[in-house]
């Protein structure tokens, strides 16, 4: 199994970026697909973006296509996240989950940071 931590987050003012990252321990990161998800208070954990183990694809939310990146480095068991040109609406906690599978599927997600919390403020 992997273990992940995320680190990163913090409070930023609308328009500014962030980065998060995620760091992996245990098994080969390098296997495991990846992706991050946030949840806002009252609302339902939501995929924010995947990427493939080789990172030859990602995927993203329509609410963050064109602001966040998704990239990884395998040398450093690590997963990024840069957040550009954020809003109100992008305050939540993000995770980092791992799978054996490339998927769009929470449930599909066996290994999950613990969170980190993002607020962005008007």
């Known amino acids: 199994q992997v273990q992940l931590v995320e680190s990163g987050g913090g409070s930023v003012q609308a328009g500014g970026s962030l980065r998060l990252s995620c760091a992996a321990s245990?098994?080969?990161?390098?296997?495991?697909?990846m992706a991050w998800f946030r949840q806002a208070p009252g609302k339902e954990r939501e995929l924010v973006a995947a990427?493939?183990?080789?990172?030859?694809?990602?995927y993203y939310g329509d609410s963050v296509k064109g602001r966040f990146t998704i990239s990884r480095d395998n040398a450093k068991n690590t997963l990024y996240l840069e957040m550009n040109s954020l809003k109100p609406e992008d305050t939540a906690v993000y995770y980092c989950?791992?799978?054996?599978?490339?998927?769009?599927?929470?449930?599909?997600?066996?290994?999950w940071g613990q969170g980190t919390q993002v607020t962005v403020s008007s």
């Open positions: 989950a791992a799978s054996a599978v490339y998927t769009y599927d929470q449930q599909m997600y066996p290994y």
């Open positions: 990427i493939r183990w080789n990172g030859a694809h990602t």
């Open positions: 245990g098994r080969t990161f390098s296997s495991y697909d």
